[in-house]
Every structure is written in C-alpha cells, then in structure tokens.
C-alpha cells in the first residue's frame, strides 16, 4: 500500500461501522394512510468500489409494517416484505437508494381502497446521509402494486422518513 493511499483510507468510515447489519424504523404518510415499518437489514452481501472512492452494496431488508387509516372502510392491515435493496454510496456519508420485492398483505382493502390482491411488488426509491459510523437518516418514496396479477391494480403509495441503526 502506498502512501499516498493511506489518508484517503482515513477519510472513510470503518468497514466494520458501514457493512454491518442494522435495524430501521420508517414512518410513513401518503394520502390519508399512514406507515409504520420496523426492518432488518443484512450486512452487505455484495459490494464493489471504483477508484474515485464510490461504490454500490446490495443487501437484505425484511420488514414488518402496520398500516393505518381514518377513512370509511378497514381502518388498518399488515404488511411483510422482503426485498433486495442496492445503495449507491456516492461519498463515505451520501446514499441513494433503490429495490423492489415481494410483500404480503393480510387484507386487500384499506380505508375503502381495494388492491384486489394480498400478495404485491415494492418498489423503493429514496436517499439518505450517514450521521454517524452507524446512524442514517433518509426519505424513501415506495410504490406497492400486484404488477396486474388481478384488478383493480391502483397500487399503494407511501413518502417514508427512514432512521437506521447499524450494529
């Protein structure tokens, strides 16, 4: 390793604090339903660097939400979701984010708003900043759809405040 190599090494975060597994909690608001979601998320199960110091990492998030509304209808409903996320780390502390995965509903209706289906796609974009080695904060905007396996397919939408907590 060359010496000019070293300080820029100490620029970054510890590879021990960034690639480790984390917990997040996501509060979510979109069009008289809320979201609250607690995830899981892997260490990074793969990962590449480029020479100008960024690099992408593709990890594991599974979660649970609870959904929620005050419209006429079921007021509430469950959800599960696995989903395949990448992150485009564009500095040590900068991220954009995006996945799509499988998420099970236990009911197909909220707030009078039928989405025909239990089973959906999520998909997820968003960005956050790296406060600290092992606390983010982010949005993510999600879009839940059965990609047209049945209709009605009006989908669910979400803006999502996201805090992630590495260990």
């Known amino acids: ?19 480790n597994s ?6 979510g608001h979109y069009d008289d339903i809320s979201r609250f979601t607690l995830n899981y998320e892997t260490a990074p199960v793969w990962q590449t660097r480029f020479s100008n110091g960024t690099r992408i990492t593709l990890s594991g998030e599974f979660g649970g939400s609870y959904w929620h509304t005050s419209r006429a ?13 990448f992150r485009y780390w564009a500095t040590d502390r900068f991220y954009i984010e995006a996945g799509i995965g499988a998420t099970v509903f236990d009911k197909h209706d909220i707030g009078g708003k039928e989405i025909s289906t239990n089973f959906h796609f999520g998909d997820h974009l968003g960005a956050g900043y790296r406060i600290t080695n092992d606390i983010m904060i982010g ?12 209709r009605p397919n009006p989908g669910l939408d979400m803006h999502q405040i996201v805090l992630n907590k590495r260990f």
């Open 22 to 27: 984390a917990w997040s909690l996501q509060l």
């Open 139 to 150: 949005y993510r905007y999600s879009h839940f759809s059965n990609a047209g396996i049945k």
């Open 73 to 85: 209808g079921r007021s509430s409903l469950f959800q599960l979701s696995a989903i395949p996320l």
């Open 1 to 19: 390793m060359s010496a000019v190599a070293i300080p820029a090494l100490a620029q970054t975060a510890p590879a021990s604090a960034i690639d």
